[in-house]
């Protein structure tokens, strides 16, 4: 089932294109409602534009007694690049008498709302997900009270013992390797090496 969409244009709208594309990437896919409240927040100066073609679209969708207006979206948004102002560039006194010129750029704003499909559910729509919960079995719940009613041993310090030896064995000392004398270094070797 291929579903309609609703269209409002505002052309030549005094506003760049690069400042109403940022508004109209906030708003696309949202639904309508949550992009009239998203914009109403907005301070940019494009919010106040994509306002009034929503609110137009809206209308124009309302217009068709099979259309739901809440469950409306914002399926396509979008800022094209229009003519400058009057055609012509405008001019500002700049230094040393020149004349800087500067351009008043136009854009057009387009908007298309459609419904959503009763077949694909809106996040909104979709029932809470119940989750099974499953009983232990009893043997188990048994061994688990039987351990928590049986009392706590006091747990006793003990410090941790080497491997036991025997009674009889008599512990040697261990043998101490002799100290590494180091030779004193000279820059010609040692001296019984050294020759006269």
């Not at 410090?159 to 010609?188: D, L, Q, Y």
């Amino acid at each position: 089932m291929t579903t309609t969409e609703f269209v409002a244009k505002h052309r030549f709208a005094r506003l760049t294109a690069r400042k109403a594309m940022r508004i109209a990437d906030l708003i696309r896919g949202q639904d309508v409602n949550a992009a009239i409240e998203i914009l109403q927040f907005t301070p940019n100066r494009g919010a106040a534009f994509y306002m009034k073609v929503v609110k137009s679209a809206v209308a124009n969708a309302s217009l068709d007694e099979n259309v739901n207006v809440n469950r409306l979206y914002i399926s396509e948004c979008r800022a094209d690049v229009g003519p400058l102002l009057n055609d012509r560039m405008r001019f500002r006194p700049g230094p040393q008498g020149r004349a800087m010129p500067f351009a008043k750029r136009l854009s057009h704003l387009t908007v298309k709302v459609r419904q959503h499909e009763e077949d694909g559910q809106h996040e909104e729509d979709v029932p809470a997900r119940e989750v099974e919960t499953v009983e232990p079995e009893a043997s188990e719940t048994k061994t688990k009270s039987a351990k928590a009613s049986a009392p706590a041993a006091p747990k006793s310090k003990t410090t941790k013992s080497k491997a036991a030896k025997p009674e009889g064995a008599v512990t040697e000392p261990a043998e101490k390797k002799p100290a590494k004398t180091k030779s004193p270094k000279t820059p010609n070797g040692p001296k019984s090496e050294r020759k006269k």
